[in-house]
């Protein structure tokens, strides 16, 4: 686990949490957004209400205005406004597991449960080709981007990259309770401890 140069004295307020469908980033940014009481935003979610609109910008101000707000835990990949986001964010987290390990992932969610509520679909109609696709392209298309932006905003953000499912229990464990980061930092020094 990629480790922040500082572990800062204040909760976060903005947290930005992306990677690869499959990859547990929804169930990280539900337990940082109970954590710290923050609302959580599915950027997908927010998404679908805009599916179909010819104008781009119409998107992007819906975003502004909500990346502009004082707090949020925030999930998605949207690339067209991963610029917005970032520039907000306190903490910048990726996970970034292996694509064998995503695609697994996505497999086990599918026999386990029904999409969206849906249990009369078939298994073949849960493991949908678009989903696989995307597992498939994350590190051709959006990986590039997420590793551009940790180089910029390395010294502007808290940035945590979560490789392994044992980083991602790790730094769940090592979360400081809202009211306890300078118990943290007495205990750890200016980082979590190894």
Request: aromatic share 8%; hydrophobic share 40%.
């Amino acid at each position: 686990m990629e480790l922040p140069r500082r572990f800062q004295v204040e909760p976060p307020r903005r947290v930005l949490v992306v990677g690869n469908r499959g990859s547990g980033r929804g169930r990280i940014a539900k337990l940082i957004s109970q954590r710290f009481s923050l609302p959580l935003i599915d950027i997908e979610q927010e998404r679908s209400a805009f599916e179909g609109a010819a104008d781009l910008s119409v998107w992007r101000n819906r975003m502004r205005s909500i990346a502009e707000g004082p707090d949020w835990v925030m999930t998605g990949n949207d690339v067209s406004t991963f610029d917005l986001r970032v520039s907000r964010a306190d903490w910048f987290i990726w996970v970034d597991l292996p694509v064998t390990a995503c695609a697994l992932a996505v497999v086990r969610r599918a026999i386990r449960s029904p999409v969206n509520g849906k249990s009369n679909l078939s298994l073949v109609q849960r493991l949908s080709l678009p989903r696989f696709r995307d597992i498939l392209n994350f590190s051709s298309e959006v990986a590039p981007r997420i590793m551009g932006t940790i180089e910029r905003e390395r010294r502007n953000r808290t940035i945590f990259i979560l490789r392994t499912r044992y980083e991602i229990a790790q730094f769940l464990a090592r979360l400081p309770d809202a009211g306890g980061f300078g118990d943290h930092l007495a205990k750890g020094g200016d980082k979590p401890s190894s």
